[in-house]
């Protein structure tokens, strides 16, 4: 049995003896980059220590076809070859690096408790500082009186959503058609006031993470029909349709969002008859949606190119007309086809909202500038810049995950 | 008997080239017409004319009674009543083989949805293809996709029907049910003009045979005397190689 043993070549016949040989090695490498165990040494052998404990800890136990399932499944995917192995042990040594840091200053020790700067003595996060902008953060410059208007109006639109997912088909259209062209005013009026009793906001008082689900609503609800037309127009036989397509798509495409909107709030105005007025955010909200829908117009594109001519032919040896056949064959099948490049252009656009910032609007981030620049408040931008983040990542995963869902919904051709 | 089709000095280019020259070709109401001829030889080009999926630029077009031109109105109630299969079946790939049946009735034909969907069962019946009304496209074979789609053609009801080579995308052990159905819908009395090389199917069917060459009808004949004693040399070499 010992005389088996070799150190250099683990064999199957002592199976447990190397694995328990490789653990115990692994585990001492782990150890020690964790607690610096053999720091007695000079400098450049104990940096060098674990990682020659767990290389070696990984090839003794590195036996194939062990019959036991987990060591397997172990050596196929992290420890196949010795340099497998080394890329395993430099990510495992990472994570044990990188991760306690990061979780000390979210969570150990951060301040979570309290109303003031002095508040925050932890080395950590002082989330003290979200907590105490939280309103302005979501709500912006709002009254904070008038808070449950946008409460209301939000909370609205999830019971229609939801409502929309439980009832039948038939009266599901219905609530689709509400949602989408009526449902906007009301929250609108609803937040805006100024009749019905309620006490008039202006739109410079909106703001905050309200604010960015405000404008990526209804930039999404427009520049989705926006782009399907576009993306028809290009591929129209008409030429005046066709060209004017392509020149409104390559025109938004082509200058940066940061410019549209500052032309949106600064130019625009100019151009208006002397006694009309336009509200800063409807121009923003017109701005984004005519640059994004000709993103979507592209994606929309994409798909209409890569369905075959054949049904095109067989729409229309079926009767239907132009706006039948592209509503009921064309346009779902493109759609379908396209919906990750359309998941990607909301994605963006919800991304995107934060650069209204430049007109003066200030939603979720601008609200955070605000707070970080507050004299009682500086040195917080990290907090703020990490929830904001976080809120966008959490909104974007939604969607993202929402997207992946429709894709398998909708996939009949196996 | 009246004159369902008719074309007269048809002529049509892709760009430069001629694929349709001077062609006159009439069609009697519930005469079953085949045409045949070489690959390229225009044979798609002429009876996508007759519906206007292709557009003539000389010559005239006349399909029960309405002349298809630029101006024609409501091209798409001629469409209606003129029903096509393709090589590729063409059927719609996000919707059931039912909802493909019913789709155009319901929305063309503004059909009541329950009355579609009896008239779709029933269609699909005919091709002995019921058992998969609720499958998407993608579930089934070949030969029941091509069924399927000439079950699709025909619940509008159509008073002529065009088959483009609608075997020739087909494993051969499913051409046969394709045919089959073909024969029936002959028999029922439609009035058909089919593209195909299948000359069993020409034999058993066909009142007259068309052969097409370069874009011209080279000769066209009652079936029997088109092979029995065919006149023109091409066809006679065509045949020669087909049969
Ligand atoms: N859309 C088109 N544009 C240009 N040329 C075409 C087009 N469709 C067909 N053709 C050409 O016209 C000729 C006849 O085509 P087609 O009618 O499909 O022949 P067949 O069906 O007899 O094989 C071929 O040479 C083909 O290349
Ligand atoms: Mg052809």
Known sequence: MIKNLSLLKPNRESLHVYVSLGAAFFILGIADVTFNIFEFFPIWISFFIPLVLCFYGLHLIRIEFSGIKIL????KNINSNWFNAILSIFAIFLLIKSIPP?????FFDATFI??????????????????VWFERLMYGLYPINEIWRINAAFIGLILIVGLAFFVS???????????????PFIMISLISGGNFGLEWVETNAWGGLALTFIISIFALTFCFPVGLFLALGRRSSYPVIK?????FIEFWRGVPLITVLFMASVMFPMFLPEDTYMDKLVRVIIAITLFESAYMAEVVRGGL????????????????GYWRMHLLIIMPQALKLVIPGIANTFLALVKDTPLILVVGLLELIGMIDMAKTNPKWLGFAAEGYVFAGFVFWIICYAMSRYSISLERKYKTDR | MSTIIEMKEVNKWFGDFQVLKDINLDVQEKQKIVVCGPSGSGKSTLIRCINRLEEHQKGKIVVDGNELSEKTKDIEKIRAEVGMVFQQFNLFPHLSILDNCTLAPIWVKKTPKKQAEELAMKQLEQVQISDQALKFPGQLSGGQQQRAALARALCMEPKIMLFDEPTSALDPEMIKEVLDAMVNLAK?????IVVTHEMGFAKEVADEVVFMDEGMIVERAKTKEFFANPKNERTKLFLSQIL
């Open chain 1, 72 to 75: 397997d499944i172990l050596n």
């Open chain 1, 102 to 106: 990061i979780l000390d200053w979210l």
């Open chain 1, 114 to 131: 309290g109303s003031k700067k002095e508040d925050c003595t932890g080395d950590g996060a002082c989330w003290v500082f979200i907590n």
């Open chain 1, 169 to 183: 088909a038939k009266i599901k259209n219905y609530v689709l058609i509400f949602l989408i062209f009526v449902y």
């Open chain 1, 243 to 247: 060209y004017a397509s392509i020149g």
């Open chain 1, 305 to 320: 190119q890569a369905l075959p001519r054949g049904q095109y032919d067989a729409g229309k040896s079926l009767g239907m």
């Open chain 2, 188 to 192: 029922g009395g439609m009035t058909m």
